[in-house]
Nanobody, 128 residues
Framework: QVQLVESGGGLVQAGGSLRLSCAASGRTFSSYAMGWFRQAPGKEREFVAAISWSGDNTYYADSVKGRFTISRDNAKNTVYLQMNSLKPEDKAVYYC?????????????????????WGKGTLVTVSS
């Protein structure tokens, strides 16, 4: 079992920055990859960014590449999402998720259905 708790969401003006955190507990944090996903009202949950268990490899959706940075601190059991140059279209509930069974390494896709554990999400609102 893995428990995930997100924090750091809030209201920010377009062009601003936020840093999301996701604290994990349960299984050994450094043994699995982590991802961030988001879901806007009326839309499906979509991939944002992911990071390998070691932190050596990172992956981004095209829509956030160059603006968002994912990182992890295995000593603190925490993964982060630094979001810069935020746009109104980034408004969504952001979820962190754990890929404990290694789905990505079998499919090559960061699919929400392949993630094993989820946090409850944190709301990011970007005003124009």
């Amino acid at each position: 079992q893995v428990q995930l708790v997100e924090s750091g969401g809030g209201l920010v003006q377009a062009g601003g920055s936020l840093r999301l955190s996701c604290a994990a507990s349960g299984r050994t944090f450094s043994s699995y990859a982590m991802g961030w996903f988001r879901q806007a009202p009326g839309k499906e949950r979509e991939f944002v960014a992911a990071i390998s268990w070691s932190g050596d490899n990172t992956y981004y959706a095209d829509s956030v590449k160059g603006r968002f940075t994912i990182s992890r601190d295995n000593a603190k059991n925490t993964v982060y999402l630094q979001m810069n140059s935020l746009k109104p279209e980034d408004k969504a509930v952001y979820y962190c998720a754990a890929d404990v069974l290694g789905s990505y390494y079998y499919t090559g896709v960061w699919d929400p259905n392949g993630m094993d554990y989820w946090g409850k999400g944190t709301l990011v609102t970007v005003s124009s």
